[in-house]
């Protein structure tokens, strides 16, 4: 059964930083790429970032690029988001999910909450 | 990566059939025939029900179903259930991005 178990989640002031991570198995980790998915209170799903399953291409939506930065350790199976320059309208709950295929998202975790408030 | 378009809410009684559409550009849906669907119940995760357009995961009923025009892609629940009660978000392949839906609120009556 595939399992993906986000963490690191919290309240963070504006400008500040936080790693998310998410720790994957019931697969093989290094074959598949990976997804950040943020939902902000009450709106709807928002593409964050994806990453390659092995060769480290890493994608980026407008809203994100060059404050944040997606990355995998195969040694443990987990996925990360760091976060940088964070700002209100980075508070969202953090979902992580397996990529099928292009565009396709099977396998979903229950998401981390960030918080980012002075 | 302007937000693929969506009606607000569809309603139907059960039994009924609703159909939910979705428009973006021909840089993602009209692009790639790669549109999936998403249904999210409340405090739940998102649930894969459709994906390269017209395909269904093991497990979902037929009663979901897919297609697309140019650059609407469309999903249609037949024979609603008060389950199909959600929030449903569709999803594009853009080539070096990917990009949601607005979402739309499934009220069975």
């Known amino acids: 059964e595939v399992q993906l178990l986000e963490s690191g989640g919290g309240l963070v002031q504006p400008g500040g930083s936080l790693r998310l991570s998410c720790a994957a198995s019931?697969?093989?980790?290094?074959?598949?790429?990976m997804i950040w998915v943020r939902q902000a209170p009450g709106k709807g799903l928002e593409w964050v970032s994806a990453i390659a399953a092995s060769y480290g291409t890493t994608y980026y939506a407008d809203s994100v690029r060059g404050r944040f930065t997606i990355s995998k350790d195969f040694s443990k199976d987990t996925l990360f988001l760091q976060m940088n320059s964070l700002r209100a309208e980075d508070t969202a709950l953090y979902y992580c999910a397996k990529i099928y295929s292009s565009g396709t998202f099977d396998d979903w975790g229950q998401g981390t909450l960030v918080t980012v408030s002075s | 990566q302007s937000a693929l378009a969506q009606p607000r809410s569809v309603s139907g009684s059960p039994g009924q059939s609703v159909t939910i559409s979705c428009t973006g550009t021909?840089?993602?849906?009209?692009?790639?025939?790669?549109v999936s669907w998403y249904q999210q119940h409340p405090g739940k995760a998102p649930k894969l029900m459709i994906y390269?357009?017209?395909k269904r995961p093991s497990g979902v009923p037929d009663r979901f179903s897919g297609s697309k025009s140019g650059n609407t892609a469309s999903l249609t629940i037949s024979g609603l259930q008060a389950a199909d009660e959600a929030d449903y978000y569709c999803c594009s392949y853009g080539g070096t991005y990917n990009v949601f839906g607005t979402g739309t609120e499934v009220t069975v009556l």
């Open positions: 021909s840089s993602d849906v009209g692009g790639y025939n790669y």
């Open positions: 019931g697969f093989t980790f290094s074959n598949y790429a």
């Open positions: 390269d357009v017209t």
